[in-house]
């Protein structure tokens, strides 16, 4: 099946922990983008990478880190310096800058 | 900055009714412009990519039109079933500083009822 996929499907967190967030995909996709919701605030962008080994940040990347070291693969760290991480983590992908964005399911990152 | 924004927030009609639903963009320096459809908990479902040479775009009971030189888009829904009760969500692929990235509106919540 081709898709993106994304794992945990929900993760919970200590305060103080660094967390990491997998997201693969198949497509063959040379983009890919971290993105944050909240109830209310729709969709945030957390950093973005529009080929391997080079990222950017976007709107809200204080506190998170990422890495591209492969095509497939684009994992996002939640670290101890986001002070408010309890959220709805999607990543996406896209053929190449500006064409068709997909979706993975998502990861529900909780706070305990 | 680019913005996004949806009207309206929620939407409730029985089934069988047409309905559109609303984006606007505050700058029209768009490339392309897509909408999704996101079930309860669920991720984002790609319904329509409009390029912006395109005025509109079809998929089976969707039709997506954009006008960029206003900065809006309408989806059309024709003959709206339960199961297309939704939140649906436009989202611009940006230009100038935004160039690379896909901006959000916050979504309209459809209902559907029997």
């Known amino acids: 099946d081709g898709g993106i996929t994304q794992s945990p499907k929900y993760l919970f967190r200590k305060e103080g922990q660094n967390v990491t967030l997998s997201c693969e995909q198949n497509?063959?996709?040379?983009?890919m983008y971290w993105y944050r919701q909240d109830p209310g605030q729709g969709l945030r962008l957390i950093y973005y990478?529009?080929?391997?080994?080079?990222?950017q940040k976007g709107d809200i990347a204080e506190g998170y880190s990422v890495s591209r070291e492969k095509k497939e693969s684009f994992p996002l760290t939640v670290t101890s310096a986001q002070k408010n991480p309890t959220a709805f983590y999607l990543c996406?992908?896209?053929?190449?800058?500006?064409?068709?964005?997909?979706f993975g399911q998502g990861t529900r990152l909780t706070v305990v | 900055k680019q913005e996004v924004t949806q009207i309206p927030a929620a939407l409730s009609v029985p089934e069988g009714e047409n309905l559109v639903l609303n984006c606007s963009f505050t700058?029209?320096?768009?490339?392309?412009l897509q909408w999704f459809r996101q079930d309860p908990g669920k991720g984002l479902t790609s319904l329509l990519l409009?390029?912006?040479?395109?005025r509109e775009q079809t998929s089976g009971r969707l039709n997506a039109s954009l006008d960029k030189s206003s900065g809006r888009s309408t989806l059309y829904i024709a003959a709206s079933q339960p199961g297309d009760s939704a939140t649906y969500l436009c989202?611009?692929?940006?230009?100038?500083?935004?160039?690379?990235?896909?901006?959000f509106g916050q979504g309209t919540i459809l209902t559907v009822h029997p």
């Open positions: 996406a992908s896209s053929a190449g800058i500006n064409t068709e964005a997909f």
């Open positions: 497509l063959n996709h040379d983009a």
């Open positions: 989202a611009v692929w940006g230009g100038g500083t935004s160039y690379g990235k896909l901006t």
């Open positions: 409009i390029q912006s040479s395109q």
């Open positions: 990478s529009q080929i391997v080994n080079d990222f």
């Open positions: 700058d029209s320096a768009i490339y392309n």
